[in-house]
């Protein structure tokens, strides 16, 4: 288990969202033991071991959960647990044994370019902070190397060198370039970059003025602004900060009501032309000796 958790630190430090799941108790007979650990990413692969095949999917289902949300979760499965807090996984299959697992979602802290050497920068870059979030201050040279889809840039470069640092923000992949500017101002700025040949594909990616429109005035309210609408664009999926996480094709398996993911389900049977799913060998065994065996 060294292994999943020398995994998890390499992916954190890389900024890789991910949910890591560990075994807190067991009652057997269950093939998770008390300390297992998983990793699940958002795409739904899974490393590490966790349990059976029952317990599994339903794991990384829940994990995928924690990922969109953000939110930890305590599951239990196979044994009646009415705890504040705790989500009860009901399983229905032949075996009889329940586990506890801790499932902890770890997303990347989002980072912030502030291009400039205004006032506003540093009251830009402090408010990012106090939220706890990564601010990066870039100065008259636009090094933005080390930005990333993740990443947000702002311009507060205030009239000095607007065009040049916008130029060099929509060249990065960053997943938002925001201008600190007046509407008037941004109109220029948006003028002189058509000119000198930059794409209407990435003057589209220009929020230009940057923030949500709070009638703010001085720099502390044009900041908030700012950072409010990098809030609400993070809970967006694939937004700034944002985790675009899979949404496997699922069934419920007719035998004990677990969800089965359609892509990987391991035991099928025909009910005429209908594929029917289920988790475990046993279950598909029973759902087919109740019809006979046709």
């Known amino acids: 288990m060294a292994d999943i958790l020398a995994a998890a630190a390499a992916l954190a430090a890389a900024g890789e969202p991910f949910a890591l ?11 998770g033991k008390g300390g297992y650990r998983a990793l699940i990413r958002p795409d739904s692969t899974v490393e590490g071991w966790l349990g059976g095949a029952c317990a599994e999917p339903t794991v990384v289902r829940h994990a995928l959960d924690a990922l969109r949300d953000g939110q930890p979760r305590l599951l239990v499965l196979g044994e009646p647990d009415h705890r504040p807090g705790v989500t009860m996984v009901p399983m229905a299959c032949s075996s009889e044994g329940a586990m506890e697992v801790f499932v902890e979602p770890v997303l990347p802290v989002p980072d ?23 601010a990066v ?9 080390g930005v990333g889809p993740r990443s947000a840039i702002l311009v ?15 060249a990065t992949p960053a997943g938002y370039v925001g201008l600190v500017a007046s509407a008037k101002r941004a109109a220029g700025v948006r003028a002189w970059l058509a000119e000198h040949g930059v794409e209407d594909e990435q003057l589209t990616r220009l929020r230009a003025p940057a923030g949500l429109d709070l009638g703010a005035t001085s720099h502390t309210e044009i900041a908030v602004a700012v950072l409010a609408e990098l809030v609400a664009l993070r809970s967006v999926p694939g937004g700034t900060g ?6 496997p094709e699922q069934a419920i398996d007719p035998i004990c009501g677990m969800a089965v993911d359609v ?10 032309e209908v594929v029917v799913y289920f988790c475990a060998a046993g279950c598909q065994q029973a759902w087919e000796a109740g019809r006979g065996g046709q």
């Open 137 to 145: 201050v870039v100065g008259d040279n636009l090094d933005l190397s």
């Open 156 to 170: 507060a470069t205030q009239g000095h060198y607007d065009e040049p640092a916008v130029e060099a923000a929509l």
């Open 263 to 272: 892509a990987t389900a391991r035991f099928t049977s025909l009910d005429g």
């Open 242 to 247: 944002g985790t675009t996480v899979a949404q």
């Open 21 to 31: 799941a560990t075994v807190t108790w067991r009652r057997g007979p269950s093939s």
């Open 112 to 134: 912030v370019w502030v291009i400039g050497r205004s006032p506003a920068t540093a009251t830009l870059a402090g408010l990012a902070e106090v939220l706890g979030w990564r």
